[in-house]
């Protein structure tokens, strides 16, 4: 079992490699069209700062393993962010199509660190729990802020819309 569960936790790091890489992309090209709304634009930013810092954990944690990112996933992944982002930005209104989208992603990306956490111990990898906690922390405190923030995004979306029209 222990090696099942280290071969399925390898797999989850690379996995949340590519999340994140993915992550990155999206939130990049979000960044640069968010002018417009400056708070948002400030919590992406810094988001993106903390998203790079988890890549830089995943890589440490798959170090530690005797493994390293899969290229293919974080190429596949990066284009995936990319396209997202394209079709978004043809949208009238994407700084809520990016809202909701981005705050169904926080939740994925929640959801792969509390897997990776459950296998930490079976895997024999209690060593990377510290970085992938701290990872946890920053995407919840994230789905938290996006949460808090739908209605301001919204109303914020109107307003310019008005001023636009």
């Given at each position: 079992m222990a090696?099942?569960?280290r071969?399925i936790?390898?797999?989850?790091?690379?996995n949340?490699?590519?999340?994140e890489?993915?992550a990155?992309e999206?939130?990049e090209?979000?960044?640069?069209r968010?002018?417009?709304y400056?708070s948002v634009?400030a919590?992406?930013?810094?988001?993106?700062?903390e998203?790079n810092?988890?890549i830089?954990?995943l890589d440490?944690?798959l170090?530690?393993c005797?493994d390293?990112?899969?290229t293919?996933?974080?190429?596949?992944?990066s284009?995936?962010?990319?396209?997202?982002?394209?079709?978004?930005?043809m949208?009238?209104d994407?700084?809520l199509?990016?809202t909701f989208?981005?705050n169904?992603?926080e939740?994925?990306?929640?959801a792969?660190?509390?897997?990776?956490?459950?296998?930490?111990?079976?895997?024999g990898?209690?060593?990377?729990r510290a970085?992938?906690?701290?990872?946890?922390?920053e995407e919840?405190?994230m789905a938290a802020w996006i949460?808090?923030?739908?209605?301001?995004v919204?109303?914020?979306?109107?307003?310019h819309?008005?001023q636009?029209a």
């Amino acid at each position: 079992m222990a090696n099942t569960a280290r071969d399925i936790f390898i797999v989850g790091l690379r996995n949340a490699h590519a999340m994140e890489i993915q992550a990155r992309e999206l939130m990049e090209r979000q960044s640069a069209r968010l002018g417009d709304y400056p708070s948002v634009k400030a919590r992406v930013e810094a988001h993106l700062a903390e998203t790079n810092e988890q890549i830089r954990r995943l890589d440490k944690c798959l170090e530690a393993c005797g493994d390293s990112a899969s290229t293919f996933k974080d190429t596949t992944q990066s284009v995936m962010g990319n396209v997202m982002a394209m079709s978004h930005a043809m949208a009238g209104d994407e700084i809520l199509k990016n809202t909701f989208a981005n705050n169904a992603f926080e939740h994925f990306e929640i959801a792969a660190y509390k897997s990776l956490l459950t296998l930490c111990s079976e895997a024999g990898m209690n060593a990377a729990r510290a970085p992938l906690e701290m990872s946890l922390r920053e995407e919840e405190q994230m789905a938290a802020w996006i949460d808090a923030n739908i209605g301001d995004v919204t109303k914020a979306y109107v307003l310019h819309e008005q001023q636009a029209a």
